[in-house]
T-cell receptor
Framework: GENVEQHPSTLSVQEGDSAVIKCTYS??????FPWYKQELGKRPQLIID?????GEKKDQRIAVTLNKTAKHFSLHITETQPEDSAVYFC??????????FGKGTRLSVIA | ETGVTQTPRHLVMGMTNKKSLKCEQH?????MYWYKQSAKKPLELMFV???????ENNSVPSRFSPECPNSSHLFLHLHTLQPEDSALYLC?????????????FGPGTRLTVT
C-alpha cells in the first residue's frame, strides 16, 4: 500500500520568510495530493491540493509542486504570518482508496 | 463550522466502562471515517464507511466497534479500553470514499482512559 513520508517534523521561520514542507510517496499510481492545516485545538482543513496532471498550483501565498518522476511533492508558503503557525499534513491517494497521511509538520512563525 | 459535529467533545472513562462516540454530518456526503490522532501517529485511519457499508478496517482492535446506521451518522462504541487508547478521535466525511475527495473533519472527541 501507499506510504507517505513528510519532512521536516518541525519548522521555525521568521515572519515574512518562506517555508517549505516536503513529502514523498511510494505508490506510483497515486494521483491526488492534498495538504491539510490543523491549527492548535482545531480540526484539520484542506488548504490546497494538486492532481497528477499538473506540476504546480498556487493560491495566494501558498503553492504546491509535484514531481511524479521522483514521487515527491512540496508545500510552499511565502511571506509567512503568525496565523500560518499550525501543523500541516500532506496526503496521497491513487483515487480508489482512502487518503494516506504523512506524520505532519509543526510550523512556527516567529514574529 | 457545523458541517460535521461530534459528541461528546471530552470523555474520561475507566478501563471497564462502555461508552460511545457520535458523529453527524450535514453535508450530504456518502463516506464517513474514524481517525485516531495521537502524538505517535498524528492521523491514523481506523474505519471507513461508504453508503453505510464498512469498506476499511485498518487492523483496529475489537475493543473499538463502529456503527453506521445511515450515511449521516457514525458511532464508535468503546469497551474495555487501555490507557494507550487515550487520544483525540476525529470523525470525517467526504463525497465519496475514494481518496480524490476533500475530507471534512469534525472537532474531535478528546478521550482519556484511566
Amino acid at each position: 500500500g501507499e506510504n507517505v513520508e513528510q519532512h521536516p517534523s518541525t519548522l521555525s521561520v521568521q515572519e515574512g520568510d518562506s517555508a517549505v514542507i516536503k513529502c514523498t510517496y511510494s505508490d506510483s499510481a497515486s494521483n491526488y495530493f492534498p495538504w491539510y492545516k490543523q491549527e492548535l485545538g482545531k480540526r484539520p482543513q484542506l488548504i490546497i491540493d494538486i492532481r497528477s496532471n499538473v506540476g504546480e498550483k498556487k493560491d495566494q501565498r501558498i503553492a504546491v509542486t509535484l514531481n511524479k518522476t521522483a514521487k515527491h511533492f512540496s508545500l510552499h508558503i511565502t511571506e509567512t504570518q503568525p496565523e500560518d503557525s499550525a501543523v500541516y499534513f500532506c496526503a496521497a491517494s491513487e483515487g480508489n482508496t482512502p487518503l494516506v497521511f504523512g506524520k505532519g509538520t509543526r510550523l512556527s512563525v516567529i514574529a | 463550522e457545523t458541517g460535521v459535529t461530534q459528541t461528546p467533545r471530552h470523555l474520561v472513562m475507566g478501563m471497564t466502562n462502555k461508552k460511545s462516540l457520535k458523529c453527524e454530518q450535514h453535508l450530504g456526503h456518502n463516506a464517513m471515517y474514524w481517525y485516531k490522532q495521537s502524538a505517535k501517529k498524528p492521523l491514523e485511519l481506523m474505519f471507513v464507511y461508504n453508503f453505510k457499508e464498512q469498506t476499511e478496517n485498518n487492523s483496529v482492535p475489537s475493543r473499538f466497534s463502529p456503527e453506521c446506521p445511515n450515511s449521516s451518522h457514525l458511532f464508535l462504541h468503546l469497551h474495555t479500553l487501555q490507557p494507550e487508547d487515550s487520544a483525540l478521535y476525529l470523525c470525517a466525511s467526504s463525497q465519496g470514499q475514494e481518496g480524490a475527495y476533500e475530507q471534512y473533519f469534525g472537532p474531535g472527541t478528546r478521550l482519556t482512559v484511566t
